[in-house]
């Protein structure tokens, strides 16, 4: 699987917490205060300290455009991100 070649992989970021509707703010809900993209920010500074090249995540059809936005590309089995530019 060329998608995990040289890389590390996480399932997908999960932030437990009061649901909301995408674009919905209310006070003290985990949802929608970049909590996911500091995880997804660690995973990818660890991952580079133990020396890969790209990280690799499972992600479900309704969260794909969040790993895109985010740099994630589209893989043959999982969206994958290169750590080399970080």
């Known amino acids: 699987m060329d998608d995990l070649t040289g890389g590390a992989i996480i399932r997908e970021v999960h932030v437990f917490g009061q649901?909301?509707?995408v674009g919905a703010e209310q006070n003290g809900a985990a949802q929608h205060t970049?909590?996911?993209t500091e995880l997804l920010q660690?995973?990818?500074a660890i991952a580079k300290q133990h020396g890969f090249?790209?990280?690799a995540v499972i992600s479900a059809v309704g969260t794909r455009?969040?790993?895109l936005e985010?740099?994630?590309e589209r893989g043959e089995f999982y969206q994958v991100k290169s750590l080399n530019n970080l």
């Open 70 to 72: 985010r740099g994630f």
């Open 65 to 67: 455009l969040y790993y």
């Open 42 to 44: 660690q995973a990818e």
């Open 53 to 55: 090249e790209r990280l």
């Open 19 to 21: 649901s909301l509707a």
């Open 34 to 36: 970049g909590l996911g």
